[in-house]
């Protein structure tokens, strides 16, 4: 089965600057035509925003050029994920990162790629699981099975339980 992946901004910032490191991993495999890339305008957009700011503009033309060249890439139309925002709406922490995940999910993504943990409650994992890049980058070089919503879910609990940075009632208690 063919795997359709929403990237987040953090994926291309820390690719771009982190050569040889679990993003840089993935959007090798993307580029490879390994798996759907979903995204969406909103996604492009900020993301070139994010890596011209990081890593300056001749970076962020090459990122533009680099997601547009995806073999296999699935653009989700705002029309598309803006009715699946209020589904998602209450497990959004950051509502920038609503339009993401509503395209993810419309996209038909089997996870939403990010280092960002805090931006969604525990709900979001059974409408839109996230998943970490290193975790994604294992599944895909067939190290381990592809992570169940579950399993992300549990990973991103740990992660909650140990982090001061956690959602409020998520994180280790006192």
């Keep these: 089965m063919s795997r359709r ?12 600057g982190e050569e040889g490191g679990a993003s840089d991993l993935i959007l090798d495999a993307a580029v490879a035509g390994e798996f759907t890339v979903v995204s969406s305008e909103r996604l492009v957009e900020e993301a070139l925003r994010v890596v011209g700011k990081l890593h300056g503009r001749r970076v962020a033309a090459s990122l533009r050029s680099t997601i547009f060249e995806f073999p296999s890439l699935r653009m989700v139309a705002r029309l598309e994920w803006e009715r699946v925002l209020p589904l998602l709406k209450p497990f959004v922490r950051d509502p920038a990162d609503g339009p993401h995940f509503a395209a993810a999910r419309s996209g038909h993504a089997h996870a939403l790629v990010s280092d960002n943990r805090r931006s969604v409650l525990p709900g979001m994992f059974s409408l839109m699981p ?17 992570p169940t919503p579950e399993r992300l879910l549990k990973e991103w609990g740990e992660w909650a339980r140990s982090s001061s940075r956690a959602p409020p009632g998520e994180g280790p208690t006192v």
């Design 5 to 16: 992946l929403f990237l987040d901004t953090t994926v291309f910032a820390i690719a771009y």
């Design 130 to 146: 996230l998943a970490r890049p290193e975790t994604v980058v294992k599944a895909l070089r067939d190290e381990v099975p592809w």
